[in-house]
C-alpha cells in the first residue's frame, strides 16, 4: 500500500511539473516572461517578415526580405516559401480561396495562387501604395494618387477610373453593397468628401461627412467611420428598389470623453474593438461596440502602453494586444487571460497570436519562434478563405433575355477580351447568370416528348456562346453552376464545352468542379471518350494551377491516376501520365 502511495506520489509530481512547463505559465496570473522559456517551435526564413500577417483558411501568409512570400501553419509554423518575380511592397492581400495578390516594383499589381505562384501581373504606371482590395464577386481594386483600378481574376482591367486629389492615408474601402469610398483631400470647411463609385467603375456621387474622418475600416454592415474629435461612425449604402438610387446613410455615432485618443480599430463577427488612450495615463482603454447599432457591448482597461501599441487582433484565444514590451490577451468580458513579457535583448518585426493559442514573434535575425500561450483552443476548421462570393446584383442592369439573344454575341466576347468596359458589365453579367440558370434547368428537366424542348436543347450552339462568354468574364460566380453542369450534361459535345469553360475559368475556390469532373470517371461511357477524358486533364491543371493548395493537387493527381488503369483506352493513359509530370512541375 505504501509503495502504491510512494508511485502516485512521484506520478503526481511529474505530471504536475510537465503541466507548468508546458503552460509556461506563473499560475496565478497567467505572465510569462519569454527571456526564460524556450519556444515551442522555432524556423528560420531567408529574409525577415516586412508586411502584417495576414490571416488565411490554412494559417497565415506574409511578405519577406529577399522578394520571399511565406506561409504559416495555423500555430506559426512555416509551410511555404516562394520568391516573387519582383520586390513585393510590404504588404498583402487575401481573397477568396486564399488567393494573394502582392504588389511588386513600384506600380505592378500581381495575383498570387493560395501558394505564392505568380498568375497574372498588371502595371498600374503609377506608385500603388496600399494592399490591393478583393471584391465580392473576385474582381481586385487597387488605387494609386489619381485612379482607380478594377482587375478580373483573369488579369483583364475591366476599368480605370480617373480620380485626383485622394487622400492616401485613409485606404480605400467596401460599403454593405460592394461600393467603394474613396476619401479625398479636399474639405468642406472642416468636413471629409468621399467619392462613391459602383463595383463597375461609376462615380456616382461625392458625399460629406458630419466632421474630419481620420480613419476608415470595412465591416459587413458598410464602413466604420473614426472622426477627429474621438467619435467613431457606421455609413451604409441603402438601395431604393423603386427608384433605383443608392444613398449613403449615417446609421449610428458613438461618442467618447474628451481628451481621449483614439488608437487603433477592428472588426470581427459583427463587433468594432476600439483601442483609446485616457488623459493622463500610459495604459489603454478597450471599448467593444456593436456594428450594427453602436452599442457598448463592454469596456475595460488594458495594461498595454498606448503609445507603443503594435498589434490588435481578435482571435479566437480573444483580443490580443501589444507593445514594444508585452502581449496581452483578453477575454470577451475583458477579464486577462494571458501576459507575456518580451525578450528586449532580441529584436523583431513582426509578431502575431494564431487562433490555436500560440504568440508568434518574427524576428530581425529571419528566426520565428512560436510560444504556446493557452490550451483548449477550437481548432476547427475557420470558414475565412472559403468560397464566400457573391454577386454585385443590386447593381445589375433589367434586360429582355430575348434582346439578348439576338444580339452580336462576338461583340461581347471580343470586349470581354480587350476590357475596359465599365459599366456594361452591370448588363452582361445580369444576362448570364440567368442564361446559366436557365441552361441547367434544361438539362435538370426529365425529356417529355408532349412538351416543347427547352431552348438550350435545340440551340447547342448558343449554349457553347453562353458557357464561352460566361468564362471570360474573370468573375467566380459560375464555377458551381458550371460543377452542377459536369454533373448533369451527358450529351458529348455540350459536355465537352461545359469542361471547356471549367478549364477557362480554373477558379474553383470551394472544390466544387474539381468534384464534379471526379464524377464522370464512373460512367463509362464518359471514360471512354478520349477527347472528353484530355479536355478533363486539362481543365484539372488549370484549376491547381489557380487554386495552389496541396489538397487541390491531391485530388488532380488521384482523379488523372485513376485513368491509368488498364481498360483506360492508351491514349488517355499517356496523356494523364504527361499530365500527372505537369502537375509535378506545378507543385514544386
Known amino acids: 500500500m505504501r509503495k502504491s502511495t510512494r508511485n502516485l506520489s512521484c506520478f503526481l509530481v511529474i505530471l504536475i511539473s510537465i503541466l507548468q512547463t508546458h503552460f509556461l505559465f506563473a499560475s496565478e496570473v497567467n505572465s510569462v516572461s519569454l527571456a526564460d522559456v524556450e519556444a515551442n517551435a522555432y524556423s528560420v526564413l531567408t529574409g525577415a517578415v516586412q508586411s502584417d500577417v495576414v490571416k488565411t483558411s490554412y494559417g497565415y501568409v506574409a511578405v519577406c526580405e529577399g522578394r520571399m512570400i511565406t506561409g504559416f501553419s495555423k500555430d506559426g509554423a512555416v509551410l511555404w ?62 488605387r494609386t494618387k489619381n485612379a482607380v483600378f478594377c482587375w478580373g481574376l483573369n488579369g483583364i482591367q475591366k476599368w480605370k477610373l480617373s480620380l485626383k486629389d485622394q487622400d492616401t492615408n485613409i485606404p480605400l474601402v467596401q460599403l454593405n453593397d460592394g461600393s467603394l469610398l474613396v476619401f479625398l483631400t479636399l474639405k ?14 461609376t462615380l456616382m456621387n461625392e458625399v460629406t461627412f458630419s466632421g474630419s474622418v481620420t480613419q476608415a475600416l470595412s465591416c459587413d454592415e458598410g464602413v466604420l467611420l473614426v472622426f477627429n474629435d474621438g467619435s467613431i461612425g457606421l455609413c451604409s449604402a441603402i438601395h431604393d428598389k423603386k427608384s433605383d438610387k443608392v444613398t ?11 481628451g481621449q485618443k483614439r488608437l487603433s480599430l477592428s472588426t470581427s463577427q459583427g463587433q468594432c474593438v476600439s483601442v483609446i488612450a485616457p488623459s493622463n495615463t500610459s495604459s489603454s482603454f478597450v471599448t467593444v461596440l456593436s456594428c450594427v447599432d453602436g452599442s ?21 484565444q480573444g ?40 504568440l508568434v514573434l518574427c524576428g530581425n535575425d529571419w528566426t520565428v519562434s512560436a510560444y504556446r500561450m493557452i490550451q483548449g483552443v477550437s481548432t476547427k476548421e475557420s470558414q475565412f478563405g472559403q468560397n464566400t462570393t457573391k454577386a454585385y ?49 434544361a438539362y435538370s428537366t426529365a425529356p417529355s416528348y408532349s412538351a416543347e424542348k427547352p431552348w438550350f436543347i435545340t440551340h447547342p450552339s448558343y449554349a ?43 477558379f474553383d475556390t470551394d472544390g466544387s468542379m474539381m468534384l464534379a469532373l471526379e464524377t464522370l470517371l464512373k460512367d463509362s461511357s464518359c471514360i471512354s471518350n478520349v477527347q472528353l477524358m484530355k479536355e478533363t486533364c486539362d481543365a484539372i491543371v488549370q484549376i491547381c494551377r489557380a487554386m495552389g493548395r496541396p489538397a487541390y493537387f491531391r485530388h488532380g ?16 493513359r499517356m496523356y494523364a501520365v504527361e499530365t500527372l509530370k505537369t502537375l509535378a512541375q506545378l507543385s514544386i
Not at 188 to 201: E, K, L, Y
Not at 296 to 316: F, G, L, R
Not at 409 to 437: F, H, I, R, V
Open 296 to 316: 457598448e457591448i463592454t469596456s475595460y482597461s488594458a495594461t498595454v502602453n498606448e503609445k507603443n501599441i503594435h498589434y490588435i487582433q481578435q482571435t479566437k
Open 464 to 506: 457553347e456562346t453562353v458557357l464561352n462568354l460566361a468564362s471570360q468574364t474573370g468573375c467566380a460566380l459560375f464555377q458551381k453552376t458550371l460543377a452542377q453542369l459536369i454533373m448533369l450534361v451527358r450529351d458529348p459535345q455540350m459536355l465537352l464545352c461545359v469542361i471547356r469553360a471549367a478549364k477557362n475559368l480554373g
Open 81 to 142: 516559401q516562394k520568391a516573387a518575380t519582383a520586390r513585393p511592397k510590404a504588404f498583402i492581400s487575401v481573397g477568396m480561396g486564399d488567393l494573394l495578390c502582392i504588389v511588386t516594383g513600384n506600380s505592378s499589381v500581381q495575383l498570387l495562387s493560395p501558394t505564392g505562384l505568380s498568375l497574372w501581373k498588371n502595371d498600374a504606371k503609377e506608385s500603388v501604395n496600399e494592399a490591393p482590395l478583393f471584391g465580392w464577386d473576385g474582381r481586385i481594386f487597387a
Open 319 to 358: 483580443l490580443v494586444l501589444a507593445d514594444s514590451q508585452q502581449a496581452v490577451c483578453y477575454d470577451a468580458k475583458g477579464q486577462k487571460l494571458w501576459q507575456a513579457f518580451l525578450n528586449t535583448k532580441k529584436s523583431w518585426t513582426k509578431l502575431f497570436a494564431t487562433d490555436t493559442g500560440y
Open 393 to 441: 446584383d443590386s447593381y445589375y442592369k433589367a434586360l429582355s433575355l430575348l434582346s439578348m439573344r439576338q444580339s452580336d454575341t462576338n461583340l461581347l466576347a471580343k470586349k470581354l477580351a480587350e476590357g475596359n468596359y465599365g459599366e456594361e458589365e452591370a448588363l452582361w453579367l445580369s444576362y448570364l447568370t440567368q442564361e446559366l440558370k436557365e441552361l441547367q434547368n
Open 557 to 572: 493527381e488521384d482523379i488523372l491516376k485513376s485513368l491509368l488503369m488498364p481498360s483506360c483506352d492508351s491514349r488517355i
Open 248 to 258: 449613403l446613410e449615417s446609421r449610428w455615432r458613438h461618442a467618447f470623453p474628451a
Open 188 to 201: 468642406d470647411g472642416n468636413n471629409s468628401v468621399a467619392s462613391h463609385i459602383s463595383p463597375f467603375g
